[in-house]
């Protein structure tokens, strides 16, 4: 999953995969709760599922989105 969103990542913003890490911040690419929401229906687009994620969440890294996604699939 980790490699999914750093490849949606990449693409997105124009970045380098290379750059991005598991421990890279949201904050760090300047990605506002706006961007998150946008990201977040694209993976439940793409993956077929409800993430369920509301306001509350907080998920600051690549690697904790991946995780949660992760915990999601397996339910």
Not at 31 to 40: A, G, I, K, R, T
Not at 57 to 75: N, V
């Amino acid at each position: 999953m980790y490699e999914r969103i750093r490849s949606y990542l990449s693409e997105q913003l124009d970045i380098p995969a290379e750059e991005l890490s598991r421990d890279t911040t949201f904050e760090s690419l300047h990605l506002d709760s706006l961007d998150m929401v946008e990201m977040v229906m694209d993976m439940e687009e793409e993956l077929g599922i409800d993430l369920g994620m509301d306001g509350d969440m907080q998920l600051e890294t690549i690697g904790d989105l991946a995780d949660y996604i992760e915990e999601k699939l397996e339910q």
